[in-house]
């Protein structure tokens, strides 16, 4: 079961890729065994990309075309322009790598800098989990987990554009994106988030950056070695904790002092 979750001003888009493997010469099959990238025969290319934006419950998607995927890369590209934050597992170093690899081969121009969540990052940094693996993390966190594929689909779509190894594809890919933003807000909660929420929807930085809530509370006042002081506040309403500096927690008492005028 998805659970969908709140809407926030961030325009946060989780994404997948399922790619295809390359089509090449090989004399021996093995475990060890180098082949040499002149034995290429096809590139191995993105098969289709599935995303959704958070707080929404459609998950789209879209495929190549018997091979080609210089389409689906001019598509995606659209919506990603469109993202405060892309979220994906591994994405920093396999997704967008894979993504802007197939850009430079295609002939398309570069792609503008995205601000990126790594949902594997953040495991890995933040928790000693037995796997930082999705489809460990979701069942873990009871959240169900990623489905089950079959090679013979690889080999169905690639060899036979067969379209119903493609649906299947494309129902697992979209499984995967909502298993990964159900782990991204539970991950979430112990994570810095990139984007101040607070900010924006237009309120001041004194607001919480995760939810860009409004009833927060001073906690404590933390001093630095280099003797500079910083405030933690408390969000009310998603529970998170965050610091401000001294200048947005005074800026943060005389509107709450405003605010106690006015009544």
Not at 57 to 82: I, M, P, R, Y
Not at 232 to 238: K, Q
């Amino acid at each position: 079961m998805f659970l969908l979750m709140k809407k926030t001003p961030v325009r946060r888009l989780f994404w997948d890729i399922e790619t295809s493997p390359n089509i090449a010469l090989t004399w021996r099959t093995g475990y060890k065994l180098s082949v040499p990238p002149e034995n290429i025969l096809r590139e191995r290319a993105i098969i289709c990309i599935c995303y959704k934006w958070e707080g929404e419950n459609k998950t789209h998607s879209l495929e190549w075309n018997k091979g080609c995927d210089k389409k689906l890369l001019q598509k995606f590209g659209k919506v990603a322009a469109k993202a405060d934050e892309l979220v994906a597992h591994n994405g920093d170093k396999y997704d967008l790598r894979f993504f802007q690899g197939r850009h430079l081969i295609n002939g398309l121009p570069p792609m503008p800098e995205h601000k990126t969540v790594d949902t594997l990052v953040i495991a890995r940094r933040r928790f000693m989990l037995n796997s930082n693996k999705l489809d460990y993390i979701a069942k873990v966190l009871g959240l169900g987990g990623k489905g089950k594929t079959e090679f013979g689909w690889w080999r169905s779509i690639l060899l036979d554009n067969c379209p119903k190894a493609m649906a299947k594809m494309v129902r697992y890919c979209k499984r995967d994106v909502r298993v990964l933003e159900q782990v991204f807000h539970k991950l979430a909660s112990y994570h810095a988030p990139k984007t101040h929420a607070g900010v924006a929807d237009g309120l001041d930085r004194w607001t919480c950056p995760s939810c860009g809530g409004i009833h927060v509370r001073q906690n404590k006042r933390v001093v630095s070695t280099a003797g500079i002081s910083r405030y933690e506040m408390l969000c009310s309403d998603c529970g998170k904790y965050y610091r401000v500096s001294q200048t947005v927690r005074d800026a943060y008492i005389a509107d709450k002092h405003d605010a106690r005028k006015v009544k």
